[in-house]
């Protein structure tokens, strides 16, 4: 790719970032929208537009995003986010402050210097260098005195890494302080989950043992146990009953509908997807159904409190010193039965992986360890193999009724451009769901810890494939005489080939923030699929807000991608400056418009109080040492003498690290005491933090729980509280 | 070292060893040795010998041992020793499992072989072989099918280690949780170590800032803390003062015993060591002293506990379930601040060391081990430079005037046979200190911490040096034109000197518990200097116990070894069967020999309710993951096709050691909760735990504890009591 390329690519997915902005100026103005465009403000029951002002200046969005507080974030979208603020603007910083000295120190260095000028005279390479390229370390000469000022630069980067990461770090432990110190009654602070319950004594009920085995613990502060069952049947009902309930609820808005037209009563057949079967009258037989599965429903909540509970329980006690306390301690004497560890918020506990065994939830992270390992390394094989099936020949073969339609011409030319990567594409598409998946697989108990973990595997998978990958893959056959003569290490592969790949990742940065954060800001997607399915599908209001429902922030996929551009951003920092301002922009608009999604558009799903910032930190200081691994290896490669010089540099990230990691990991993983000593501003409400843990499928309809007597505990009620 | 000087060693050795055991029979029904043979049974006010009789069967000591009890061990030794006892068992039920199987089958297979006459076909060696070699490995062709019977027998060797060593590890847990759970007030289950407390805000007192904190997370269980004060200078004062107190004593007694002969009063010069200076009387003198230094204590005891104070202190809960928990738990949002741990018990507690500050300890712990790792690595550098200047001839020359007495013969020649290897002699005898001195340099706030962290210290140390070194050592230089022409890695270097060895460590273990316990059970040294001082030295009662004091049972040298006997056995115990009788003997003789110094002679210094365990169990493990790499490095010398079914091994071992750390570990680190939610016999007596803290120089003579009004809290003592 020359110059003029990049910046045709460039200007052409700048003018589209201006084009979906102004689609956003028009589009969010407009009443009908408003749940596309505010659905977080609504749900929280505030006017969409500040000021309740429909007709404003377009960019006011900007000035509202600017002027808002993190306090604002906090109030509207959780701890979470505001800690992904704090990541975006401590990178935005990082990135700025390497601008401000490295662009106007290394450019001119780069750019007077003559290293390729020299190269091309010694090479008969066919010129692969471009414009870009004489900015860039590449027009440096080997061993040139000239390297100091990048050797230099390299320092410069590594503190001013360091130094706003540990301000970062800071100011993200007092937030999630603050947030646990609040004085809100939050129920997850009242719970213990405990784990790997010995088996019970004959004579004795699984509630009885846990009661009494915490009661003669805590016997002042325990409130009450809940233990957990098998829900899976009774969640297959309940799905069920609630699925008809949807549909009696739209059966009936469609009569309601028709019944201005003589009231055509809706009917539906009870086959095969609604094709086949008898026709039946719709609301009848949904009432009917309705009928028979509560009654069913009914039945099977009593068997699952009865007889499937396992060997897991809730507990709660009614102050959260205690709870605190007892969730980072050891119960037992054999550290593998009654495992305690904070209960996590009612919305994300995951019921069905509550009651993993000890030993079986290390057996299981073990061989998920392996089967992602696998699948970053090996993940083209099946891909090759499933590409090299699906040809055009074998599509033929194999379903030969697709032969006309496939003979077509136009059909013919895009199926051979894109079949091949089809494999590829769904593969890509469906990784982050599948990484979720394995992540669930492992036995976590809480979706926050599930979404980091993705988040963790998705990091590796992108920056060991797209980063390492295209940068080696992209030359490793262009120098592989090279290899032969002279065996280089990866590293010093790496280096030789950053330079080469810089153009590609400049385009890469740029289309991925303007064309991506276009489409973020303009919601053009779920605004068009709303409106379809507003006009042919949506009935009820159920349905409709099902539909403009904007879900969560989606930290699993978009913390990683964040994290592969810093480490490209850093790794080219010095090689390239001209990349800095690419990832300031990036970062400053990604802030800029995920504000405005933040406090307008996404609504939270989960509220972890800040736990996925040690894995961010940690990625940022890992990014940082790929970054300084690799410059070793670069400047090996240039020849420079004072190369040692830059040795210190790893081993104090690495130090850096350790440093961090003792002094405030922990509190990341527990509460820490001083904070939830804090005065309540009222008395814990005992029964209804209990009831909040309860699954909906257990809920009983006639709103009694003296259902509960038997799975759960009703110990100490009368007990003095807090 | 041939057959014929091996039976004499041996002979030697056992001729010894009954002579010293004889010794023991006689002496110790002798009454003027009570005290040395039966200090722990006196100081525990029971008669010395069991049943009063003193005239009695000289083997009753065998008797009484093998019938005692894990209890009676409890109860005159404490947990640390009966767990001590579990090793040695363990261990020596390993052994004699191997020696069933292997010596009835091994030994045949090895006999019956015709390794060794081939070889000295092949070889021109000049017969390094030697009658016992017929019995080892090194009798087996390379490739022959007897060495399935080896292969077998090392899965056999480490299935059975493992199966013990889990037992132990259940037995040894039990035994920790049942101590822990007595009815018994142990002070130190009702305390917590804080360190690292931040600066105290102005206006507020150190004992305001601890004691506002705790209250604040522990309303109701909170009972009172004690702020740590530097007491090196009152340390210093009371150390002089007792010092004068028992000379005074002495002097008195030395007046009394000459009253009978008109009484002259004692006397003394007060120059350097009595030996120049003013002549005084000394009784007037020290009087005079110790009227002084009470004064000045009692000033130095206001400074220190006003002025004096650091950034830690012991805080103290009215019932022990809080103490776990506060122990286990994460105080303050920053990690490195108010960190609480278990409190040592009072006498255990390194006062000096309770101030460090977080991270200083790490670095320091990491300094410690730099130093320890050149320690182990690099000590025959500074030794050998010492040997080649205390030459005899540089002792001439430095010290003229020893030249008369150096020049003697007699004397020429015992000194040009040890001079060399003196500084070697001095340097392994100071080891255990210096290893001692370096644990406790680390920070450790606990005596037994400081000895356990030692103990492994000097495991590295002798398995390193003495094993390895010696193995490797003996036949690198004879081997080294092998190296030359194929090099080894060091496991197979390792693996081929094993043999050649086999019987340099015979003599060695034997040895070591035919001489060793002999001089244990005997304890002649111990009972020569105790008559001698009695004879020439001691005057007073309390002289005279510090005379026959016999001190611990020093875990911290006693441990390593065994641990370098166990590690030799192992290493040998398929390659030479032989030697698994003498290991057999060493830990039988060790069980007997020391159940009787436990049940009549130490006495405990600290209880650290079997935390040694865990240490002991790793190196059991180690040794044999060491055995077993080095055996699969011997398969590989001897080319056996099948070596690679050994590779399961070594990660068997290591998958075991994991799931036994996961498992146990936890609890040797913390107090389970529900271990100390017994109840208790008592009401626990607050204020006596808390006096039983206070260091003796801090103790007033007046008997009152006001003074400590300052630097101690006095709150919510009125609180209820558990």
């Excluded at 900007?62 to 979470?80: F, K, P, W």
């Excluded at 008809?244 to 059966?251: D, E, F, G, I, S």
């Excluded at 009258?281 to 009432?287: F, G, T």
């Excluded at 501003?681 to 005992?686: A, F, G, S, W």
């Amino acid at each position: 790719m020359d110059f003029s390329s990049f910046l045709t690519s460039l200007g052409t997915s700048f003018i589209i970032f201006v084009v979906l902005m102004l689609l956003f100026a028009w589009l969010s103005t407009r009443e009908g929208n408003a749940v596309v465009y505010y659905p977080n403000r609504m749900l929280k029951g505030l006017e969409p537009w500040e000021g309740g002002s429909r007709t404003r200046n377009p960019l006011a969005w900007i000035r509202e995003a600017l002027s808002s507080t993190e306090q604002d974030v906090i109030n509207m979208s959780g701890i979470d986010t505001a800690v992904y603020f704090v990541f975006l603007s401590t990178v935005l910083g990082i990135l700025v402050l390497f601008g401000i000295v490295l662009l106007p120190v290394l450019l001119p260095v780069a750019a007077t210097g003559d290293g390729i000028k020299k190269n091309t005279k010694s090479t008969t390479s066919n010129g692969t260098f471009n414009d870009l390229d004489k900015l860039s370390m590449a027009n440096i000469e080997e061993q040139s005195p000239r390297l100091w000022a990048f050797l230099i630069a390299i320092y410069w980067v590594s503190v001013v890494t360091f130094f706003l990461s540990w301000k970062a770090y800071e100011h993200v432990s007092a937030l999630r302080a603050n947030a646990l110190m609040s004085p809100e009654v939050k129920p997850e602070q009242f719970a213990v989950l405990v784990r790997d319950l010995p088996n019970v004594n004959p004579g004795q009920t699984r509630k009885e043992q846990v009661d009494s085995y915490f009661k003669s613990i805590y016997p002042e502060t325990f409130y009450r146990s809940m233990v957990v069952t098998n829900n899976k049947e009774v969640d297959k009902i309940w799905g069920e009953l609630e699925g008809y309930k949807k549909k009696l609820t739209r059966a009936e808005a469609i009569y309601a509908e028709s019944s201005g037209s003589e009231g055509t009563k809706p009917t539906h057949k009870t086959g095969f997807l609604g094709l086949c079967g008898k026709k039946v009258d719709s609301i009848d037989y949904y009432n009917e159904k309705i009928k028979e599965l509560t009654q069913k429903l009914e039945a099977e909540q009593k068997v699952t409190l009865r007889e499937k509970q396992l060997g897991s329980a809730l507990v709660f006690f009614n102050n959260r010193v205690t709870a605190a306390l007892a969730a980072q301690s050891l119960h037992a004497q054999m550290v593998d039965r009654w495992t305690a560890t904070e209960a996590p918020e009612p919305r994300q506990l995951i019921w069905s992986n509550l009651s993993i065994k000890f030993f079986e939830r290390i057996i299981r992270q073990y061989i998920i360890y392996f089967v992602v390992f696998l699948t970053i390394v090996f993940y083209m094989i099946p891909i090759g193999f499933i590409s090299a099936l699906t040809t055009l020949k074998n599509l033929r073969k194999l379903l030969p009724f697709l032969k006309p339609i496939v003979d077509m011409d136009a059909i013919k030319t895009v199926l051979e451009a894109y079949l091949p990567q089809l494999a590829l594409i769904i593969f890509l598409a469906l990784l982050p769901k599948f990484l979720l998946f394995l992540s669930k697989t492992e036995g976590i108990p809480s979706g926050s810890h599930v979404i980091r973990a993705a988040s963790g595997k998705y990091f590796y998978f992108t920056v060991l494939n797209v980063f390492i990958g295209v940068t080696i893959g992209g030359t490793l056959f262009s120098s592989l005489k090279t290899i032969e003569k002279n065996p280089n290490s990866v590293v010093s592969l790496l280096a030789k080939s950053l330079p080469g790949n810089a153009t590609f990742f400049l385009t890469f940065v740029a289309l991925k923030f303007f064309v991506g954060y276009g489409l973020e800001l303009s919601r053009i997607v779920p605004l068009i699929i709303y409106h379809l399915k507003r006009k042919y599908l949506c009935k009820t209001e159920a349905e409709l807000k099902e539909a403009w429902f904007p879900g969560d922030i989606s930290y699993a996929t978009r913390v990683p991608s964040d994290m592969l551009i810093i480490t490209i951003v850093l790794c080219y920092s010095v090689i390239a400056p001209v990349i800095i301002p690419f990832g300031v922009l990036y970062f400053a608009l990604g802030w800029l418009i995920l504000r405005n999604q933040a406090l307008k558009v996404y609504v939270p799903a989960y509220e972890s109080y800040g736990r996925m910032w040690p894995h961010m930190q940690t990625r940022i200081i890992g990014a940082l040492l790929l970054y300084q691994v690799t410059m070793l290896g670069y400047f090996g490669v240039m020849k420079f003498y004072y190369t040692p010089i830059l040795i210190p540099l790893p081993l104090l990230s690495l130090l850096f690290f350790y440093v961090c990691r003792k002094k405030f990991y922990k509190a990341f993983c527990h509460t820490a005491l001083e904070v939830v000593s804090q005065e309540l501003k009222e008395t814990p409400q005992m029964d209804q933090i209990f009831k909040s843990f309860i699954p909906p499928s257990l809920i009983s309809e006639k709103g009694e729980d003296e259902q509960f007597e038997d799975a759960l505990s009703e110990v100490s009620r009368t007990g003095s509280y807090v």
